[in-house]
């Protein structure tokens, strides 16, 4: 059994660029979350997947959107990059029942410039 | 509005000396609370949840609703529990447990 990988470790971008991160769940996994952690903050919620419809959003401008394929892997797309955006990434995978524990991944490291 | 508060930024003790890791909530329904760790260079783990009423690697923690807190125990620290905490909160109680409301976290170090 694979665990939640993400790619790519690190990313720079300029302002006003796009970017695109992915996620692999794991292994029978079938609902993904992102979430966005500043520094010296904690991870706050982006958005979830579900079978590969959006099942919730938290509070994010519509330029943060995402994608969940039949295999449940999953793209955070962010467009118009801001300074501000600069932060880990991270995705977490679930098996999408009741108290289902939420495994993460190592993140993706952004830094806008 | 749903919040979760973590006060210490670092909370620094000796060996052998008791723990206690505090998070509040701001919820207005049923909540259900985690707590996350991060050891050094590696990647967020679920430490326990308050539905489970386990003790995970001599912590503990109990959700108390009038005070609306959640703080985090254990009666001998080790050199091993130097981490990052994270308080979580699910505002999805009883639905998929991957929307959570996290703390700023805060920093455990156990000195020798």
């Known amino acids: 059994e694979t665990g939640v990988t993400q790619s790519p470790t690190h990313l720079i971008k300029t302002r006003g660029q796009q970017v695109t991160l992915r996620c692999s769940s794991q292994?029978?996994?079938?609902?993904v979350s992102w979430y966005q952690q500043a520094l010296g903050q904690g991870p706050q919620f982006i958005f979830q997947y579900y079978r590969e419809e959006e099942n919730g959003r938290g509070n994010f401008p519509p330029r943060f959107s995402g994608l969940q394929f039949p295999n449940y892997s999953s793209e955070l797309n962010v467009n118009a990059l801001e300074l501000d955006d600069s932060a880990l990434y991270l995705c977490?995978?679930?098996?999408?029942?009741?108290?289902?524990?939420?495994?993460f991944g190592q993140g993706t490291r952004l830094t806008v410039v | 509005a749903q919040r979760v508060t973590q006060p210490e930024k670092l909370l620094s003790v000796f060996k052998g000396a008791p723990v206690e890791l505090k998070c509040n909530y701001s919820y207005s329904g049923s909540p259900e609370l985690f707590w996350y760790v991060q050891y050094s260079r590696q990647r967020l783990q679920l430490l326990l949840r308050?539905?489970s009423r386990e003790s995970i690697k001599g912590f503990t923690a109990d959700l108390n609703k009038g005070e609306t807190s959640f703080h985090l125990k254990k009666p001998f620290a080790q050199e091993e529990d130097s981490a990052m905490y994270y308080c979580a909160l699910n505002p999805d109680y009883g639905g998929a447990t991957n929307k959570l409301i996290f703390g700023t976290g805060t920093l455990l170090a156990v000195q020798p």
């Open positions: 977490a995978s679930s098996s999408g029942g009741v108290n289902t524990e939420a495994f």
């Open positions: 292994s029978g996994h079938n609902t």
């Open positions: 308050h539905i």
